[in-house]
């Protein structure tokens, strides 16, 4: 979960930001803020990943706030000046929101702050490797050192003091002496998620649901667990069409 502010004058943006933050899963607003104070307060409180913020404000603006920071969070400024773009990336913004923006605008972003959110975190951890661009995780099978890529990855099953790995297009699971706390601190959050006490799936190979099992090609199932059922749910209805 990454941790973010919102800082903006007009009360209605920041309501709408607010709405859009809480569309994600993986974004988790601490503070909404009218003005640079209130966001200097909000910072000093606790751990901060990203901050949205409005560049014309009374008294000091978004741009010299952030200029004015010892350690900022990422930045993304949020305006309906086009004209800010390029000061916006010399002070090391991340993002840049032309107002008015909607929420598939507004994700876009996000998903890149979260993407880089992530390699910072696996880059101290070493969990991931990135450096081709494409996320992996190399994990020791037998007598093998084996790269797998994040997108490849189906489900993963605990088997004791072992995982077995499904990944697309193999046709036996990668099964390596690994804890699956370990694994699961080491993959991303937006992308996978633990639906059972021995069961970890990549949401975006879920493509079936049916009497609490998620189903996969020849009849496989993993079990949704009574513990994880709500979250799990929760996913899966912020993306459901026709509910009445």
Not at 8 to 26: G, I, N, T
Not at 102 to 124: C, I
Not at 191 to 214: D, G, Q, T
């Amino acid at each position: 979960m990454m941790k973010c502010i919102i800082v903006d004058d007009e009360p209605l943006a920041l309501a709408q930001m607010y709405k859009y933050v809480s569309r994600l899963s993986f974004l988790e607003c601490v503070a909404q803020c009218s003005n640079a104070d209130e966001a200097s307060d909000a910072l000093q409180s606790g751990n901060v990943d990203v901050m949205f913020i409005d560049i014309n404000m009374p008294g000091v603006n978004g741009m010299q706030f952030v200029q004015n920071l010892q350690n900022p969070p990422m930045v993304v400024f949020t305006t309906a000046y086009s004209e800010y773009a390029i000061d916006g990336f010399r002070v090391g913004a991340v993002g840049y929101l032309l107002k008015p923006f909607e929420f598939e605008e507004f994700a876009e972003v996000a998903n890149k702050v979260y993407k880089l959110h992530n390699m910072a975190q696996a880059a101290e951890s070493n969990a991931i490797a990135t450096d081709d661009g494409e996320p992996a995780i190399f994990v020791k099978s037998d007598y093998r050192v084996l790269r797998i890529p994040i997108h490849s990855i189906k489900y993963i099953e605990s088997m004791s003091e072992y995982v077995r790995i499904f990944v697309e297009g193999e046709p036996r699971p990668i099964v390596t002496l690994l804890s699956m706390k370990k694994l699961e601190d080491g993959l991303p959050v937006n992308m996978f998620m633990r639906v059972h006490r021995s069961y970890i799936v990549n949401l975006c190979k879920v493509k079936e649901v049916s009497r609490m099992r998620i189903v996969y090609d020849g009849n496989v199932y993993v079990p949704i667990g009574d513990m994880y059922k709500e979250q799990f749910f929760d996913y899966i209805d912020k993306y459901f069409i026709g509910k009445k």
